[in-house]
């Protein structure tokens, strides 16, 4: 009678290299989060541009004041935006790109300010502190800033670490506030001129990004 014997166990599969594991991923390629610094750095670039050519209308200075205002809150809206698209989109990879938005939020958050500070108030700090003190919506703008500033020193892993990861995301969870604030300096920055069409878009879309946040909470 033949002996029989059994078929070789089948070889287990490589591993995905990490090239291969990019390929069906575009947000884990190597090249993502560079783009993603350029990206961020094109509002900017079209400020400077804008100056040096003289394409910034008759007040240049106010121009770029309210642009990097502008794209603060866009850049903090797009920050708080990562969540609840990762969750509906099926992309946990977006999360990957949360730190470098919200360091680029406080980038231009600073420049917003230091614009404000040398281009409106001439670098005088009595005068900006009387500005601060006498104008609603400069002392919510700068104090979204402050609230801002802890969050930027802790964005590396060594701060996760030295603050353990608890207490680093509840002094995080500052961001949902600083939202707040900010948007109240936009509303009030743009009820000098009684035009309330962009702060309630942006109005609009906090209330679904922090309502849809509420909404997991609960349930």
């Known amino acids: 009678m033949?002996?029989?014997?059994?078929?070789?166990?089948?070889?287990?599969?490589?591993?995905?290299t990490r090239a291969a594991r990019a390929a069906r991923h575009p947000l884990l390629h190597p090249v993502a989060k560079p783009l993603l610094f350029v990206l961020c750095l094109l509002p900017l670039a079209w400020y400077a541009y804008g100056v040096i050519t003289y394409q910034l209308g008759a007040n240049p200075a106010e121009a770029v004041i309210r642009g990097l205002g502008d794209w603060t809150l866009r850049l903090l809206w797009v920050t708080?935006?990562?969540?609840?698209?990762?969750?509906?989109?099926?992309?946990?990879?977006?999360?990957?790109?949360?730190?470098?938005?919200?360091?680029f939020t406080f980038f231009y958050a600073t420049l917003h300010l230091v614009a404000y500070s040398f281009l409106d108030m001439g670098l005088d700090l009595p005068e900006i502190l009387k500005d601060i003190a006498k104008r609603p919506?400069?002392?919510?703008?700068?104090?979204?800033?402050?609230?801002?500033?802890?969050?930027?020193?802790?964005?590396?892993?060594?701060?996760?670490?030295?603050?353990?990861?608890?207490?680093?995301?509840?002094?995080?969870?500052?961001?949902y506030l600083i939202a707040i604030v900010?948007?109240?300096?936009?509303?009030?920055?743009?009820?000098?001129?009684?035009?309330?069409?962009?702060?309630?878009?942006?109005?609009?879309?906090?209330?679904?990004?922090?309502?849809?946040?509420?909404?997991?909470?609960?349930?």
């Open 80 to 103: 708080l935006a990562v969540t609840p698209l990762r969750q509906w989109t099926g992309q946990p990879a977006l999360a990957r790109f949360r730190r470098m938005l919200g360091v």
């Open 2 to 16: 033949p002996l029989t014997t059994s078929a070789p166990a089948p070889a287990p599969a490589p591993a995905p």
């Open 137 to 175: 919506f400069i002392l919510m703008g700068f104090a979204a800033w402050l609230m801002l500033l802890p969050l930027a020193a802790t964005s590396f892993n060594r701060a996760i670490k030295a603050l353990g990861a608890k207490r680093w995301q509840w002094l995080h969870k500052l961001v």
């Open 182 to 219: 900010g948007l109240m300096h936009f509303i009030w920055m743009r009820a000098g001129k009684n035009n309330f069409a962009e702060p309630a878009v942006y109005g609009g879309i906090l209330a679904v990004l922090l309502g849809w946040r509420v909404w997991k909470r609960m349930a």
